[in-house]
């Protein structure tokens, strides 16, 4: 199964940055996002970005990270894909527990 999402950028600021969000999910297995601003964390479980259409959380098992192209805005990663969820609150409840948690493991 391949799953393809494209959304185009209408607020004035994601128009000057010229990126349009694109999700590409191919067989849960690998995964391409266009669109990307910054990493903010990776490891082998999941992944935190910031996208022109907002913060997004990635989770999933032995995710790799292929590529990370900032000039054109673009991310690759391979493993097996659980969810890709967009979060609304801007990432930063997310972000302070992911920070606490890898703290007192």
């Known amino acids: ?60 098992q032995g995710l790799e990270l292929i590529k990370l192209d900032t000039s054109v805005g673009t991310l690759s990663i391979k493993g097996k894909i659980n969810s890709f969820n967009y979060l609304d609150n801007g990432g930063k409840k997310v972000k302070e527990e992911n920070m606490l948690s890898k703290l007192f493991k």
């Open 1 to 60: 199964m391949h799953i393809i999402l494209w959304v185009k950028c209408m607020d004035k600021k994601d128009r000057e940055s010229n990126f349009n969000h694109l999700v590409e999910i191919n067989e849960r297995k690998t995964l391409v996002v266009s669109g990307v601003k910054k990493l903010e964390s990776f490891d082998s479980k999941e992944f935190f970005l910031e996208s022109v259409m907002g913060y997004i959380l990635i989770k999933g």
